[in-house]
């Protein structure tokens, strides 16, 4: 496993942008797939976006690809989440989470490294 580190969360009015990123604790990602997940007020947690580490290929779910996309600084071992566009039903805690090897997983229990999540809200 791999210590993760969310930040960049906030307050943002609809129609903005906001970026969040995710770093590597005490360690590298090595070859990994790095999630961006989210959980709005009372619902599930879902799927928004996966990058290969490090490689760089990335998908996206439906209801974020044309206005979300994810992306890594190998340097800095960081991944990112920039969200353009941004509405109220994006409001929610965004999570990123990392699992071995790679594939296509969108599943919550595909990943077994996870970070604290960072709280958006999109609101005027």
């Known amino acids: 496993q791999v210590q993760l580190v969310e930040s960049g969360g906030g307050l943002v009015q609809p129609g903005g942008s906001l970026t969040l990123s995710c770093a590597a604790s005490?360690?590298?990602?090595?070859?990994?797939?790095v999630a961006w997940f989210r959980q709005p007020p009372g619902k599930e947690r879902e799927h928004v976006a996966t990058i290969t580490w490090p490689i760089g290929s990335t998908y996206r779910a439906d209801s974020v690809k044309t206005r979300f996309t994810t992306s890594r600084d190998v340097a800095k071992n960081t991944v990112y989440l920039q969200m353009n566009s941004l509405i109220p039903e994006d409001t929610a805690v965004y999570y990123c989470?990392?699992?071995?090897?790679?594939?296509?997983?969108?599943?919550?229990?595909?990943?077994?490294?996870w970070g604290q999540g960072t709280q958006v809200t999109v609101s005027s």
């Open positions: 989470a990392a699992r071995d090897g790679m594939g296509y997983y969108t599943r919550m229990e595909d990943y077994d490294s």
């Open positions: 005490g360690r590298t990602f090595g070859t990994r797939l």
